[in-house]
């Protein structure tokens, strides 16, 4: 099992960072959805369901850009 990142006070940290980017508009939106994909599994905020969490994040931003079907 991956660790992530430590203290908790990282954690907040790192995603609030994550989040900076993922809010970046100069960025290209679909280069934004995966760039958060990658970081929210490097950070591990969670014990269990990170994957899950993160393929779900990353499944219901694409269908907000794309079609509500995917």
């Known amino acids: 099992m991956d660790k ?3 203290p908790e006070s990282k954690i907040i940290d790192t995603m609030n960072k994550s989040l ?3 809010n970046n508009n100069d960025i ?5 959805i995966a760039v958060f ?3 929210f599994g490097y950070i591990h905020p969670f014990y269990d369901g ?3 969490t993160s393929r779900f994040i ?3 931003l694409l269908s907000r850009q794309l079609n509500p079907l995917i």
Do not use: C, E, K, Q
Request: aromatic fraction near 20%; glycine fraction near 10%.
């Open 4 to 6: 992530g990142l430590a």
């Open 20 to 22: 900076d980017v993922f």
């Open 28 to 32: 290209d939106i679909f280069m934004r």
């Open 37 to 39: 994909h990658y970081l």
């Open 50 to 52: 990170n994957g899950r």
């Open 58 to 60: 990353s499944s219901y």
